[in-house]
């Protein structure tokens, strides 16, 4: 592809040394780039990197102040480099594995079970008594769709995936492998006898209701509800490694990245973004468009939008106003010190000029 009908396709304007009919013949960092491939410059972290990529042409901002590369290469300006490079990827790789519509010999599908138009089941997958499957979704191997749960239309389940009873996904959900959707919540009572202590379970008789468009990573764990439902709202995104637990409600459009954990019963709003590592007591309500930065503790509501950090979390600010009450005080200890020492010195000075 010529360089001209890249910037072409990605809606891009051109400039420096590299020729218009340069050939562009794949795609790479900035670092690893060779004559040929085009790159992106979207986080300004890899600016230096600019200057000695060795890439044909770079994607960057329309108000990037940064000078094409040394090597000879173009910039490429663009609305924004992240989406312009994911159109350009498509071209330089092989396509997406799509799966032709059938039902793989060893897969075990129930007599009561049903499935929908253009619906691929792979390899030893089991779909459940009474399990509804929309049309054209993609089981793939080992996955288990259990009793009477139903699945919108174009859902994709990756190797390992197990739906369980009575669970209940939108259209379009994606769960990639090794992610459990229903399992129990962790819910126990102790009771302390004559016999000594006895752990009984509690019953976790609800389900797991997952909206439209929602996407969820590798050995992710979405517990079923005690009752009820546990609730993830449309175009939610949830990293890998993710626990949430019984009864938690999510709004639409929140984000959920690598090893949060969310306790039970807390309740998120529209649009909430959750960093990695961050940790959210039980019971919680957690307001619209608010941000949990990462390795936060959260452990009250957060009702107002803004960013929180720190544990137990608070907002940004006061969290900096924190960060730096240690090194007042250290200024002001020295501060005492040297008062106290020129308060020794003249009062040493007015004892001597008293003798």
Same mark, same amino acid.
């Given at each position: 592809m010529r360089l001209s009908e890249l910037a072409a396709l990605v809606g891009g304007r !051109?400039?420096?040394?590299?020729?218009?009919?340069a050939e562009i013949t794949g795609v790479s960092s900035l670092h690893d780039a060779l004559p040929g491939d085009v790159s992106f410059l979207a986080n300004p972290k890899y600016a230096k990197q600019l200057a000695s990529t060795k890439a044909t042409a770079v994607l960057v901002r329309e108000d990037c102040a940064l000078p094409p590369p040394e090597a000879g290469g173009a910039l490429l300006r663009v609305e924004s480099p992240d989406l312009a490079f994911a159109k350009a990827v498509p071209l330089f790789t092989k396509p997406a594995i799509v799966r032709a519509p059938g039902i793989h010999p060893s897969a075990v599908v129930d007599p009561t079970a049903?499935?929908?138009?253009?619906?691929?089941?792979?390899? =030893?997958?089991? +779909?459940?008594?009474?399990?509804?499957? /929309?049309?054209?979704c993609v089981i793939e191997a080992h996955a288990v769709v259990a009793d009477e749960a139903v699945l919108g239309e174009e859902c994709h389940l990756y190797?390992?995936?197990?739906?369980?009873?009575?669970?209940?996904l939108g259209n379009r959900v994606t769960i990639h492998n090794g992610t459990v959707i229903g399992a129990d919540g962790f819910g126990y009572?102790?009771?302390? /006898?004559?016999?000594?202590?006895?752990? %009984?379970?509690?019953?976790?008789?609800?389900?797991?209701? +997952?909206?439209? *468009?929602v996407e969820i990573g590798a050995n992710a764990a979405i517990d079923r509800a005690r009752f009820?439902?546990?609730v993830i709202g449309p175009h939610t995104k949830i990293d890998n490694l993710v626990q949430i637990a019984h009864n938690v409600r999510t709004g639409p459009y929140c984000g959920i990245v690598a090893q949060v954990g969310i306790a039970g019963s807390t309740h998120l709003g529209t649009g909430v973004m959750i960093w990695g590592q961050a940790g959210l007591a039980?019971? !919680?309500?957690? /307001? *619209?468009?608010? %941000?949990? =930065?990462?390795h936060a503790g959260v452990a009250g509501d957060l009702k107002e939008p803004g960013s929180y950090l720190g544990s137990p979390a608070v907002t940004k600010r006061e969290a900096i106003r924190q960060f730096h009450v240690p090194r007042a005080?250290?200024?002001l200890k020295a501060d005492v010190a040297a008062l106290k020492a020129q308060l020794k010195s003249l009062e040493d000075k007015l004892a001597q000029e008293g003798k």
């Open positions: !051109l400039e420096g040394a590299a020729p218009p009919d049903k499935l929908g138009r253009d619906v691929y089941v792979g390899p =030893l997958a089991v +779909i459940g008594p009474g399990a509804v499957v /929309g049309d054209r190797p390992m995936v197990s739906i369980r009873e009575r669970c209940r009572n102790t009771k302390v /006898g004559p016999d000594g202590i006895r752990v %009984e379970k509690i019953p976790q008789l609800g389900n797991v209701e +997952i909206g439209d *468009d009820g439902s546990t039980g019971h !919680l309500e957690i /307001g *619209d468009r608010v %941000e949990i =930065l990462a005080v250290e200024n």
